[in-house]
């Protein structure tokens, strides 16, 4: 990464698009509506609320993100997106049940107003979802220009200076890189054709690059994680950074991971389990839609723990992972983890963990992270994949010869480290021997 000559300044209205106005996006638009009128704190944002330590530790330079780091405001945020489903995000936020009523309410005329742009839907991605609000055209390049003339009507009409789009739309069914997806000349002759191989997720990153749009994405699906989106990222000067939003149970295997390597104490098995009712859940009720997410869910602990160094430790590990659609729950997910680890002379210990989350509450703040950073890269001039946003994903995007890192304090590290680095600090590494020379 080049530092930036320059950073140039978040003036102006900053443009949020999310294909997808379902539970995650409906409850972020509500949350960012609540703060910035002083209905809510934003909690889980590391934007608004953490603080970032500057220089030595006896300097107690310790400035909140926000104020170090010349990030958007919440007031200059313009929300739109795309939904097959809901009309406007209000209709959106009570089909979902994410939020009360008593929380909607207030904000009832905002977002109902914040209407949703037909979607480019197939099924044959969602089989469990059945949209009817979806582009008239059949052509994949007719759709992909269609998003693009979406886009710059958005941007006039809201006179936006800067957009961002973050995938917040469903998990598509299975798919490994195919040729269509070796260029973009073979990409773009793949839209013409209808290659069956590109998905919608897929068409909206196309349009958002070649708009010159930062585009993140938070579900497991290959947006932007295939050759041709990188190549094109890299012409069109756009950031990119997924995959799949970091929220509970991969959350807390990147917790509790690391903990285990750090002790070296060994691990012979770890069973997750998850019950969860929302969209999300009926779409992951399908064996091919599961298989995504459980790709992305899997690689989480061999990254961590390095079977290969550690054989003793970690080589032979019973790692399942299970995703059951139970409707009472909604939005509220349990995930169970069953841990069976060993010490000292091999003798065994469990660790177990119910988790009863929301996650489209873990998620919202997330998008927000997401949004400012990713505009804020892009005034930066930093192109292509910011694996420096690892901390926000189950699957982070890396070069292709690299592995990712995975465990939470190590991305948390490179995140702030980054931010210092762009802002012309110097980088902390904690090994603190200057206060005892």
Avoid at 8 to 25: C, D, F, K, M, S
Avoid at 346 to 363: E, H, N, T, W
Wanted: overall charge negative; proline content about 6%; glycine content about 8%.
């Amino acid at each position: 990464m080049d530092k930036p000559l320059s950073i140039a300044p978040a003036t102006g209205r900053l443009g949020v698009l999310t294909p997808g106005l379902g539970a995650v996006a409906s409850t972020f638009i509500a949350g960012v509506i609540a703060a910035r009128n002083g209905l809510a704190v934003p909690i889980g944002s590391l934007t608004q609320l953490a603080h970032i330590r500057l220089g030595q530790r006896d300097e107690d330079r310790n400035p909140l993100i926000r104020d170090f780091v010349p990030l958007a405001g919440l007031d200059n945020l313009v929300f739109g997106g795309w939904d097959p489903i809901s009309a406007n995000v209000l209709e959106a936020a009570r089909t979902c049940g994410v939020l009360e009523e008593r929380d909607l309410a207030p904000l009832s005329a905002e977002l109902e107003g914040i209407v949703a742009m037909d979607a480019v839907f197939n099924q044959r991605w969602v089989k469990k979802l059945d949209g009817a609000r979806v582009k008239p055209a059949t052509s994949k390049w007719d759709q992909a220009q269609a998003l693009v003339e979406d886009i710059e009507r958005f941007r006039s009409e809201n006179d936006c200076e800067r957009l961002v789009m973050v995938w917040c739309g469903s998990t598509e069914a299975y798919q490994e890189p195919s040729a269509v997806h070796a260029s973009v000349e073979s990409f773009e002759t793949g839209l013409r054709s209808g290659d069956e191989n590109i998905s919608p997720s897929q068409i909206y990153a196309y349009a958002a690059l070649v708009s010159e749009v930062p585009f993140a994405n938070g579900a497991p699906n290959l947006a932007v994680d295939v050759p041709c989106m990188l190549e094109l990222a890299a012409q069109r000067g756009v950031p990119i950074a997924g995959k799949d939003f970091k929220t509970g149970q991969t959350l807390m295997k990147t917790l509790l991971a690391p903990g285990l390597k750090a002790r070296m104490l060994g691990l012979r098995g770890w069973y997750s389990t998850n019950i969860l009712g929302n969209r999300d859940g009926e779409v992951l009720d399908d064996p091919e839609n599961f298989k995504t997410k459980e790709v992305s869910k899997l690689g989480v602990l061999d990254t961590i723990l390095q079977p290969e160094a550690y054989p003793d430790l970690y080589g032979n590990i019973d790692h399942v992972v299970r995703i059951n659609y139970y409707p009472p729950r909604g939005d509220e997910k349990e995930g169970w983890d069953n841990i069976d680890i060993f010490g000292w002379l091999g003798y065994p210990m469990q660790i177990k963990v119910d988790f009863l989350c929301r996650d489209s509450i873990l998620a919202a703040p997330l998008v927000l992270d997401l949004v400012l950073f990713a505009d804020l890269a892009m005034r930066c001039g930093l192109k292509g994949i910011q694996e420096w946003l690892s901390f926000y994903f189950k699957s982070p995007q890396t070069a292709p010869e690299l592995y990712p890192e995975h465990d939470l304090f190590i991305q948390m590290m490179k995140l702030k480290n980054t931010l210092r680095f762009l802002m012309g600090e110097d980088l902390i590494t904690h090994l603190g021997q200057e206060y005892y020379d």
